[in-house]
């Protein structure tokens, strides 16, 4: 037990004029629900991820992504649970330290960085084609763009920035909410078309969606709505998180749901055929339900979901990279420097080091990468359902936080799921993951391990241990 963390309750000190440095708690269960909320980017999913699903699943679509919702109740049931007893800015390294020990840990850190330097960057590069029928500029000037606006955005007050991704989640809801009801008063099908698992063949013909498919399908169904892990990395700045850390997830989860969900089932009952459904063309199908117009507002609104995206993501991921230099993981001279607070009580430095590099991967080609952050996602996951399994034991058991129903079946679901997910992903994928992991216990063992009391000493802020 020499590399587990001390039980939350013993970690609580007075503050020593060291103690590490802590972000302001300044907003609360609205405030964090709309910038997770534009993390989860709905309109997004909807436009960007869900084409892929209908192009493999057909009709069959609506009910996948029903049952991935379902799986993510597990999810946000972990998340919540660890969040309310590890609420801080480290998020999953700094619940899975605690409850799993520091090399677990460190390895899940690890994996968040991959996420951290590779999604925003590929999701910004999309902007473009969404403003297209205004403009048509260069992908990757756009992506690049999006990405310095996304960390100018990053260096302001978390309240300001929480008005901003809420008056641009207004925008993309609304775009979703014309889908549906454009689908709704065009359909051609009634709702018994959401089981019928049909999609289009290569040759033109109908073929059934069969049950494995359904289950492969999953693995982009779960994530569609995973956006909601959000929460715990702006738990140090919520105000009272022992309650609102849960609340902001599970409120976060229910409402993406419902705003994924509802369009996808407009969508299948309004296509005009199931090639039509299949080729996941959603704007030509909005033209074809309205106007030109129409479907250039929705153009325009999901390219404001993107820039959305990117300034909540681009928090979120400045706040891991400074937490992880506030918890030793660096040599002094990176610690210091990546802890430092701007005026606006942000972590400036650590915002600048992921904006600036991810505009520059606007211009790399990311495809490998992107596979390999699937990969990154899913084991990072698996490693916060394995918490969650430990975090009842010891002084844990008695610690006051928010507790999931059916523990320990919830997690020990997930952990069945992402195993399977792990299974369908590519062996380059893998391979160039397990590398990357690799060097990391690398550096765990010969830097971080024999320095275990100067070194990634992953802290709770302490007005949060009480």
Same mark, same amino acid.
């Given at each position: 037990?020499?590399?587990?963390? /001390? ?67 597990? *999810? ?14 480290? &998020?999953?390294?700094?619940? *899975? ?12 850190? *690890? ?65 979703? &909410? ?62 009272n998180p022992r309650r609102n850390v849960a609340r902001t997830v599970l409120a976060t989860l229910a409402i993406s749901t419902v705003v994924i969900l509802v369009p996808v089932v407009a969508i299948t009952m309004g296509a005009s055929d199931i090639t039509a459904l299949t080729s996941g063309d959603i704007s030509s199908m909005v033209t074809a339900w309205s106007n030109s117009a129409v479907g250039t507002f929705v153009s325009l609104c999901v390219a404001l979901a993107i820039i959305n995206a990117g300034i909540v993501m681009v928090i979120q991921n400045s706040r891991v990279l400074f937490a992880s230099a506030r918890d030793k993981a660096w040599p ?12 606006? &009580? ?11 590099? &991810? ?17 990154? *996602? ?14 009842? /034991? ?54 971080? /391990?024999? /320095? ?15």
């Amino acid at each position: 037990m020499t590399d587990t963390l /001390r039980p939350v309750e013993t970690a609580a000190a007075p503050a020593a004029p060291d103690s590490p440095k802590t972000l302001k708690r300044s907003i609360g269960v609205v405030g964090g629900t709309l910038l997770t909320l534009s993390c989860v980017t709905p309109a997004s999913t909807l436009f960007v991820v869900i084409p892929d699903l209908f192009g493999s699943l057909g009709t069959a679509t609506a009910l996948t992504i029903a049952i991935g919702s379902l799986l993510c109740i597990a *999810v946000a049931f972990c998340y919540s649970e660890l969040g309310t007893l590890i609420p801080s800015a480290g &998020g999953e390294y700094a619940m *899975v330290s605690t409850m799993a020990g520091r090399l677990a840990g460190w390895l899940v850190f *690890v994996l968040s960085l991959l996420v951290v330097m590779i999604v925003p960057p590929v999701i910004a590069i999309g902007t473009a084609d969404y403003l297209a029928p205004v403009v048509h500029l260069d992908p990757a000037m756009t992506g690049a763009g999006v990405m310095l606006l996304a960390t100018v955005a990053g260096l302001l007050d978390l309240r300001a920035n929480a008005w901003i991704t809420g008056i641009f989640l207004v925008l993309e809801v609304i775009a979703a &909410g014309v889908v549906a009801l454009l689908g709704f008063t065009h359909a051609h099908r009634g709702l018994g078309s959401l089981t019928s698992m049909q999609v289009a063949g290569t040759d033109g013909h109908t073929d059934a969606v069969t049950a494995m498919l359904v289950i492969s399908g999953l693995a982009i169904a779960l994530f569609a709505t995973q956006g909601f892990s959000t929460a715990v990395y702006l738990s140090e700045e919520l105000e009272n998180p022992r309650r609102n850390v849960a609340r902001t997830v599970l409120a976060t989860l229910a409402i993406s749901t419902v705003v994924i969900l509802v369009p996808v089932v407009a969508i299948t009952m309004g296509a005009s055929d199931i090639t039509a459904l299949t080729s996941g063309d959603i704007s030509s199908m909005v033209t074809a339900w309205s106007n030109s117009a129409v479907g250039t507002f929705v153009s325009l609104c999901v390219a404001l979901a993107i820039i959305n995206a990117g300034i909540v993501m681009v928090i979120q991921n400045s706040r891991v990279l400074f937490a992880s230099a506030r918890d030793k993981a660096w040599p002094e001279p990176v610690n210091n420097v990546f802890s430092r607070l701007g005026r606006f &009580g942000s972590p400036w430095v650590a915002t600048l080091v992921v904006g600036v590099p &991810g505009a520059l991967l606007c211009f790399v080609n990311l495809d490998t990468l992107y596979g390999v952050t699937g990969v990154a *996602v899913t084991g990072m996951y698996l490693l916060v359902a394995v918490a969650a399994l430990l975090s009842r /034991r010891g002084q844990h058991k008695h610690t006051q936080a928010w507790r999931m129903p059916l523990w320990p079946a919830m997690p020990i679901l997930l952990i069945v799921v992402l195993a399977y997910v792990l299974t369908q992903q590519e062996v380059s994928y893998l391979l160039w993951t397990g590398g990357i992991t690799a060097v990391a216990t690398l550096y765990w063992a010969f830097y971080l /391990r024999p /320095r275990r009391d100067t070194r990634w000493l992953v802290s709770i802020p302490e007005d949060a241990q009480v």
